[in-house]
């Protein structure tokens, strides 16, 4: 089956611009997470979704939100873009994750954002 | 939030095994320990996890302490593509995986 896709795979833009990220999660799969990945940080939390819901957010400033849809298909978005949002952001899909379970998540190939 | 350490980089020769290390002291009694690989310009690789007992798939063995406080990663012959940078991560019931820097694998041919 087709894996976690993501669009755009490059984005260049501009200080004080805003960009939307989209994450299709594999096929049957409700949880979608975001991470976003610099080579100073490392792999830093975002948000994960849950049947459209938004279930755990890491410590990220609100200019960054995201949101599911019904089909389990995702999206991030970033305001007032910054300099340091530069980064490679990732989405990653679960089939679900039940209390008392841990399901191995399964990873894009991400988007590098550049931000000029 | 538990975290885990782990050697900034190993060698090993190819086809040779290869056991990576990972403490996580404050790791409690519900986290599960994953370990996931990024191969470079990729995005991160589910390899394992697991709570109490070892674990074997294909790709890997999981070796944990009996008090659970570190772990072990085993490729049982390591090959060039294994070269990565591989991940010891922890992941609570509120779901949420903490990652740390991770140790890169250098396989020498």
């Known amino acids: 089956k087709a894996g976690v896709t993501q669009t755009p795979r490059y984005l260049i833009k501009t200080r004080g611009q805003q960009v939307t990220l989209s994450c299709s999660p594999i096929s049957g799969h409700r949880s979608v997470s975001w991470y976003q990945q610099t080579p100073g940080q490392g792999l830093q939390f975002l948000f994960e979704y849950f049947s459209e819901t938004q279930r755990n957010k890491g410590n990220f400033p609100g200019r960054f939100s995201g949101r599911q849809f019904s089909n389990s298909r995702s999206e991030m978005n970033v305001s007032t873009l910054e300099l340091g949002d530069s980064a490679l952001y990732l989405c990653a899909s679960s089939f679900t994750l039940s209390r008392g379970q841990s399901y191995e998540q399964y990873f894009g190939p991400g988007t590098r954002l550049t931000v000029t | 939030d538990a975290k885990t350490t782990q050697p900034n980089s190993m060698e090993s020769n190819e086809e040779e095994p290869v056991h990576l290390p990972c403490n996580h002291s404050t790791i409690s009694g519900t986290d599960y320990i994953h370990w996931y690989r990024q191969l470079p310009s990729q995005g991160p690789e589910y390899v394992i996890h697991?709570?109490?007992?070892?674990v074997n798939n294909r790709m890997a063995s999981l070796a944990i302490a009996e008090d659970r406080k570190s772990s072990t990663l085993i490729l049982h012959r390591a090959t060039l593509r294994d070269a990565a940078v591989y991940y010891c991560?922890?992941?609570?019931?509120?779901?949420?995986?903490?990652w740390g820097a991770g140790t890169k694998l250098i396989i020498k041919p």
């Open positions: 697991g709570l109490t007992s070892n």
């Open positions: 991560i922890l992941r609570d019931v509120a779901y949420q995986l903490i």
